[in-house]
Structures are given as C-alpha cells and as structure tokens.
C-alpha cells in the first residue's frame, strides 16, 4: 500500500502554482499600490520597515515561516514589488534589500517621492510662526527637511538608485508615485494666504525632476532589459524643463529610451508653446527613434495652441511594436493625423480624446481606421471635433438623427459619406457611432 501523501511531498513548482491561488491578485499596472501602502492614505506614523523579512503580518509571511523550503518558495514573490520612500529610513529599507542579495528577486521597483521643502522661510515654519494652532506637526517636518537635504547633498538617494538598479536583473517596471499625506495637506492649507506664501514652496517640479533624473541614470548604466515606465502624474514639458532636456547628453536620453516599453508625456500650457516644443525638436526626434520598445504611447498638449506633432514624432518613424496609441488635447491636421495612423497600421488600440481637426476632414481619418487597420480591436474618439468655427446661424444638418437606434448591420453598411461629417461640427452622439462604424468594418 503506498504511504500517506503530504504537502512536502509536492514538487516546488506545485507548491508555487498553488500559492498563487491563495494569495490576493497581483495588482495590474496602473493600480497604484496595495491599501496596506496606498500613497493618499498612508500617514506620517505609517511603518517603513514593511517587505523586510523579519515582519509576518500577512498570509506570504506566514507561510515563509513554515520551514526553509516555504522560505525558499515564497522569498521570490515576496521581493518581487519593492517600494521606497524618498527618505533616509526609505533608502535604508532598500540598502537592507540590497546587503541581504534579495534584490534579484524584484520585479516591480514603486519610487515614492513627496514635494520639496523649498524657499527662505522653513526656519520660521519649524519654529512654529505662521502656522500655530494648525494639525501639522513640526517634527515630521523637521525630519522631512532634514532628509531632504542630507539625500540632496550627498546624492545618497543617486548612489543607492544606482546599486540597486545594477541588481535587479529580473525588473520589469518602474513606477514613480507622488506620495500625498495629511502632514503636506494641512502644510499646504496654513501656507495659503498666510504669512509664509511668499517665502516657503511645496514644489512638486524639484521633487519629481530629480527622480527622474536618477531613475534615468540609474537605468541608463544598468543591464535592465525593456521596462515599463508609469507616473501616476505625467510629467510636464515647461520652459525650465527645455532648459534641462537640452542639457541631457543625447547618448544618455537614447540609453533610456530603449529601455521603455511605455511612455507618457503631457506638453504643460505655456506663453509660446510652439516655440518651446521647436526648440526641443532635435531632442524629441533623437529620443523617439530610439525607442525601439515602445509599446505604449500617449502624448497629451495641454497648451490649446495649435502645435505641429511632426515636433515630437519624426515625420518617417514608425515604432514596430507599438499596439497602444493615444493622443490627447491636439489640434491637428487631418493630413498629420492620417499619416501616424498609416505608420502604426498595426495598432491594437488608437485613442483620442479632446482632439480637434485644424484643416481636412474627419471622414478621411475614419476611413484609414476602418479600412486600412487590420488589426485594430479598440478606437476611441472622445470629445472630437473641429477647431473652426461655425457661422451664427450654422445648423448640424444631422442633430436630429437618431445615432443611438441603429444597429449593426446598418452600421456595416453605411459608407463613410453616410455618417454626416459636414466639416464643421460634431454633435454629442456622433464620435461615439464614428467609433462603432470603424470597429464594424468587414473582416
């Protein structure tokens, strides 16, 4: 008779298999992070030390425990997200990963930064004038502003940056979270319209220009192969960026690029955005004919001026892997406009919000999404239209059609000149029924 079977008796890769099942699901990339460490609710008192291995406060650590075996088993899941504070005790958690060789297990590297303490006046605030009888408590603040500087002067946080990207020879991605607490929010609150508004800053630029600055380096020197690269808040281009792109080594910029998967960058309104964007022209161009792993694209102009995107995107290029497009806040040429799309005929999902034609028309771009994109399983055409504008007394010669009644075998049937593009205005419902018809093409 064969002998009573055990769980020991099952080979490691069952055991993992069935881990998986018992254990919450993996976030998916954009979802910011577990509730245990979400960034909008975690206070000044929240622990740092969570992730090393001497805490078992969940089901993974408590099986780690069992034996050395389920040590060894479970290790690899539990180091495969890692998050850092910008913080001394924060860099500690991740030289402590470091000096224990577990960082090879990390998989998804979370880079949490808060605003920087800039201005002359912070020895008035930590001193209580201007802000007495307030919530914020100013030894958090006196220990953030220390941190601060010490990282900032020693260029720890770079050097530590730097030493664990040359160990993570199993990371996939990146993300870089603006950390919001009570502690800044009751900061903000007692500066505005006080005292100190002139003299102390919450300033987000500084903070997260730098952490992209040593992200950057730290990827650039290291093995990493392609990664994906998110920012809960895209990163603006303004004049003082320009500045600090154009001083960016192309070499440097072309490193980075090619280890990307996914890219978002958000154009901030300026005076004279196009002439900011022109100056960065060769920067762009240079960047994204490196970006050979792209897979994901979104570029979203906030600056309502009509901006050439042949700035950004070389006229020719044509990024092979890319399945994900999406363009948001543009006022484009339909010519401009037909031409990426044509370069990206292999697109899985083209999305466009708040995107307005300048000259052409749009039932020339549905016709190259519908009969030219074999592949494409997704349009989006949110708040499109036309940036000219109308005369008084213009009527839309198709507002009364009811677009939302028809059905699919009409919508394949009717041609591109059927669905009421007059050139000067779209009504509410027809984006919407546009999208259905491209997605309705004949296969």
């Known amino acids: 008779m064969d002998r009573p079977r055990h769980i020991e008796d099952l080979a490691d890769e069952l055991l993992s298999e069935i881990l998986s099942f018992l254990l919450r699901p993996e976030p998916r990339p954009f979802d910011f992070l577990p509730a245990l460490l979400n960034p909008y609710t975690m206070s000044s008192s929240t622990s740092s030390t969570r992730g090393l291995p001497s805490e078992a406060n969940s089901d993974l650590d408590r099986f780690r425990l069992v034996n050395k075996r389920f040590m060894r088993i479970g290790t690899p899941r539990k180091f495969s997200r890692f998050v850092v504070r910008f913080s001394e005790e924060g860099f500690k958690r991740l030289e402590h990963l470091l000096d224990m060789q577990l960082a090879c297990y990390v998989r998804h590297f979370t880079y949490m930064v808060r605003p920087f303490y800039q201005g002359s006046g912070w020895p008035q605030v930590l001193n209580g004038v201007g802000i007495d009888g307030s919530r914020v ?181 044509q990024l092979t892997r890319l399945h994900t497009l999406s363009l948001e806040s543009w006022v484009l040429n339909a010519e401009d406009l037909t031409s990426i799309i044509r370069r990206h005929s292999h697109l899985r999902e083209f999305k466009l919000h708040t995107v307005h034609l300048l000259n052409g028309r749009w039932k020339d771009v549905l016709s190259v999404l519908r009969y030219e994109m074999a592949v494409l399983q997704r349009v989006a055409l949110d708040h499109v239209n036309y940036s000219r504008l109308p005369d008084r007394d213009y009527r839309h010669p198709n507002g009364k059609v009811n677009w939302l009644g028809i059905t699919p075998e009409q919508l394949r049937a009717l041609t591109v000149d059927d669905l009421g593009d007059d050139g000067v205005r779209i009504n509410s419902n027809q984006a919407w029924i546009w999208a259905k018809w491209v997605m309705a093409r004949p296969r």
């Open 137 to 317: 408590p100013i030894s958090v603040l006196r220990g953030r502003l220390e941190d601060q500087n010490s990282l900032t002067a020693t260029n720890r946080d770079l050097a530590l940056l730097r030493r664990a990207f040359a160990s993570f020879p199993s990371l996939k991605q990146v993300k870089l979270l603006r950390l919001v607490d009570k502690t800044d929010n009751y900061l903000g609150e007692c500066i505005r319209g006080g005292p100190l508004e002139e003299t102390v800053v919450l300033d987000w630029e500084a903070a997260c220009t730098r952490a992209i600055t040593n992200l950057g380096i730290a990827l650039s020197e290291s093995t990493c192969k392609p990664i994906q690269f998110y920012t809960p808040h895209t990163h603006t281009i303004t004049p003082e960026m320009t500045t600090k792109l154009l001083q960016v080594p192309s070499t440097l910029l072309s490193t980075i690029a090619t280890r990307l998967t996914s890219l978002d960058i958000t154009f901030h309104p300026i005076t004279d955005a196009t002439a900011n964007i022109t100056a960065l022209s060769t920067v762009f161009h240079n960047f994204f004919l490196a970006t050979t792993n792209l897979t994901s694209l979104h570029l979203s102009s906030l600056s309502h001026q009509p901006l050439s995107i042949d700035h950004v995107i070389p006229p020719t290029l």
